[in-house]
């Protein structure tokens, strides 16, 4: 119950932000478009956002979260001197890496998008953006960090809240700064840095309501300093195989057309909603409670909670994937086609987001299969399925384009990238699922999931049918005012919704009743942590 509250918690302020995102995504896509401001755009904020989620969210946090745990156990003193020292080192590893991004940032943009060092004016472009938006790194690194403290002092809720700061300085940063006279491409790029400002210091105000008034001293040694940076290395890879595996789609998506990149993009927005508000939400709280348990030499509760967290996030992914591959040609049209966008766009985004989602099971058991790894202290088994992951995505990035291409479509190539992607996402969490298996670190794990997948699949057929049903019945009305696809979108979507509550209730996937108690129990202050 603990990790079901705690992730509630997350979920709720994950998605709030991401409803702001949403906004942010609708108005990029009505002032830039699919195009050349937009490709250069998307690339100009890859690099500080995909060392972020390397550095911050990902390898340095399951890195540093148990850690400091073990730390916390011993006391309160003991902890604080670990976060300062961190802290210390961190900083100065950032700003070197900051100023030597900003210098090498043509360099960086070529290996990135070979695809267009031919096409000066766009490569330009996407260099100049990139100088503006690279600062964002440090920022969102250092909020990151802090977080992490917040995390491991039970104060969840904390950074979840940190990117909707962001997603309001580009509503606000596309609105207010093209009145300065900037085009909306650099109004976008100026609006994050500005927005990392404000997750900084709203971290800062967190961590100090942790209990943690961290000063920044000059770096000093600490003996947990060493483990911890051996351990960044390997998870890395680790965590960060879907990111590393988006710059792989950008690198080809460089030689495919104009606009594939920005597909992708797009595509990759929608697709990650249910991939954070499952996933992540849950990811987060898994860690520091595995490695709690597992200190304790618990291994039987670390099995529980771990069963428990997987057969939740694949039931609910379940459901996602089936609404978004039913539902994806019509809410893109509905969503992205106005302004700069047009209709064809939009189809090429949703056709991209659909390869996307395939894989969006195999996204969110990583999220829960990684952290029982490095729960348990281990960083190599995910580091190598991730390394092998990114060989196939690679291999099969080249396969599908060249194929489309020679089947004479190329405007559907950039679809066999998002295919690829799904295609190494199975690859890594087949692996990672097959060796945690054989450690056998997790007593229990395995029992009555081979069930419960049964009864996903039961589950998947009843939406899809559903959904093609009511598709046929009430046909998407393309002619009509937006306030009607809307309206048709989200009744399509309350079909879909109400199939899967109820056969997820009936296959006893998740019970209702048992739902609604632990929200009344919530709701009148009681306990929830009993199990």
């Not at 390997?234 to 990111?243: D, E, F, M």
């Not at 046929?472 to 979108?489: D, F, M, Q, S």
Request: charged residues 10%; contains cysteine.
């Amino acid at each position: 119950m603990a990790i079901l509250k705690n992730s509630l918690i997350v979920a709720a302020w994950t998605g709030l932000s991401r409803v702001l995102g949403f906004a942010r995504d609708l108005l990029i896509a009505n002032k830039l478009g699919a195009g050349m401001a937009s490709d250069a755009f998307f690339i100009a904020l890859q690099l500080p956002n995909l060392l972020r989620r390397l550095l911050g969210e990902g390898a340095f946090n399951v890195a540093f979260v148990p850690l400091l745990a073990r730390e916390q156990a011993k006391g309160h003193a003991e902890a604080k001197q670990f976060a300062e020292a961190v802290l210390g080192w961190f900083v100065v590893v950032l700003v070197v890496l900051t100023a030597l991004g900003m210098l090498a940032m043509p360099a960086i943009v070529t290996a990135l998008v070979p695809g267009w060092v031919g096409d000066a004016a766009k490569f330009d472009l996407t260099v100049a953006l990139g100088r503006i938006t690279f600062p964002y790194m440090l920022m969102i690194t250092l909020a990151a960090f802090m977080g992490a403290v917040c995390n491991t002092a039970g104060r969840f809720a904390a950074y979840a809240m940190v990117p909707s700061f962001l997603n309001l300085a580009f509503i606000l940063g596309l609105f207010a700064l093209p009145q300065a006279g900037l085009s909306p491409a650099y109004a976008a790029a100026w609006s994050v840095p500005l927005g990392g400002l404000a997750q900084v210091g709203y971290m800062v105000w967190e961590v100090r309501r942790a209990g943690y008034n961290l000063r920044l001293r000059l770096p000093r040694k600490h003996p947990l300093i060493r483990p911890m940076l051996m351990r960044m290395g390997p998870a890395a890879l680790g965590v960060g195989v879907l990111q590393l595996s988006l710059v792989i789609d950008n690198f080809i998506a460089s030689w495919v057309g104009e606009g594939a990149v920005s597909y992708l993009q797009y595509a990759n927005r929608f697709y990650q909603l249910p991939l954070a508000l499952i996933g992540i939400a849950v990811a987060t709280v898994l860690l520091p409670h595995l490695s709690t348990l597992l200190g304790k030499g618990d291994k039987a509760g670390a099995g529980q909670a771990f069963q428990s967290a997987l057969v939740a996030c694949l039931t609910i992914a379940t459901g996602a994937t089936v609404g978004l591959m039913v539902l994806a040609p019509e809410l893109m049209l509905t969503l992205l086609n106005h302004g700069a966008f047009t209709a064809d766009a939009a189809l090429a985004v949703a056709y991209a987001m659909m390869g996307y989602v395939l894989g969006l099971p195999a996204y969110i058991l990583t999220k829960v299969t990684a952290p029982a790894f490095f729960a348990n202290e281990d960083a190599k088994s995910p580091l190598k399925a991730s390394a092998t992951a990114l060989g196939v995505n690679l291999l099969c990035n080249i396969g599908f384009v060249w194929v489309l291409t020679r089947m004479g479509d190329g405007n559907m190539a950039h679809v066999g990238i998002a295919l690829a992607t799904a295609v190494g996402g199975y690859v890594n969490a087949g692996l990672q699922w097959h060796w945690l298996r054989r450690q056998g670190v997790y007593v229990g794990a395995e029992a009555g999931l081979g069930r419960a997948i049964t009864k996903m699949l039961g589950v998947a057929a009843a939406m899809a049918g559903a959904l093609m049903v009511a598709k046929a019945v009430l046909p998407y009305p393309a002619e009509a005012l937006l306030a009607w696809r809307l309206a048709w979108c989200a009744a399509m979507a309350g079909v879909g919704g109400v199939v899967f509550v109820l056969a997820i209730d009936r296959a006893g996937l998740v019970k209702l009743k048992d739902f609604v108690a632990l929200l009344k129990r919530r709701g009148k202050g009681l306990p929830v942590d009993v199990a």
